[in-house]
């Protein structure tokens, strides 16, 4: 059963830092991962999606890496911002069906 | 403008009385899905549906129902509601086209409290 884990669970930085979140998975028979945001009682953004056969994927100062052979992906977060506040979620579909399964998110607090 | 839409929002029933949680997309997309987020565990997939008349079990499908009968519509349907059902119900949609999946979109959440 696929299984994924999000480090750090919670994460504190000053305004202007870089940044990275990582998550990781057991099974890298994979299809996609896929970043979302989430901000408190809202539901999910999502940010970037890779495909299997990609690498990284960028969106404005984001940018996402994917090494399927070692299970992991991070995601870069540059310059951060205040409004970059929020939880971050990783959620990787299986290859071999069609299941979505997520990681239990790192919490973002970037402070002014 | 291309949303998720989910009725109810917020809802407090009783153990053991059925219910419905509706989830519509006016986006065209082949998949759905239904989730549940709970403190401590996070975001579990409870079913997802490739296309109409075509569903599978997530991770957590014991308890619940699906149904898709229009490309639309992918409701929720908890027959006998026990309290461990209690929290908060994500839908989402995106297109498939093959074997390529997309970016999911999801719907505002519905907070289910049985008592």
């Known amino acids: 059963k696929q299984e994924v884990t999000q480090i750090p669970a919670a994460l504190s930085v000053p305004e202007g830092e870089n940044l990275v979140l990582n998550c990781s998975f057991t099974?890298?028979?994979?299809?996609?991962l896929q970043w979302f945001r989430q901000d408190p009682g809202k539901g999910l953004t999502s940010l970037l999606l890779?495909?299997?056969?990609?690498r990284e994927q960028t969106s404005g100062r984001l940018n996402a890496s994917l090494d399927k052979s070692s299970g992991r992906s991070t995601l870069y977060i540059a310059a951060s911002q205040p409004g970059d506040s929020a939880t971050y979620l990783c959620?990787?579909?299986?290859?071999?069906?069609?299941?979505?399964?997520f990681g239990k998110g790192t919490l973002l607090t970037v402070n002014p | 403008e291309a949303q998720v839409t989910q009725n109810p929002r917020y809802l407090i029933t009783v153990t053991g009385k059925k219910l419905t949680v509706t989830c519509s997309q006016n986006?065209?997309?082949?998949?759905m899905s239904w989730y549940r987020q709970d403190p401590g565990l996070g975001l579990r997939q409870i079913y997802y549906s490739m296309n109409v008349e075509v569903t599978d079990k997530g991770d957590v499908p014991e308890g619940y129902k699906v149904s898709r009968k229009e490309k639309r519509n992918f409701p929720l349907i908890l027959e006998s509601p026990s309290p461990n059902q209690t929290s908060l119900y994500f839908c989402a949609s995106s297109p498939w086209e093959g074997r390529t999946s997309y970016e999911q979109y999801f719907g505002p959440g519905t907070r289910l409290t049985v008592t």
């Open positions: 099974d890298s028979a994979i299809y996609n």
């Open positions: 959620a990787v579909e299986g290859g071999s069906n069609y299941k979505l399964t």
């Open positions: 890779i495909q299997s056969s990609q």
């Open positions: 986006m065209n997309h082949e998949y």
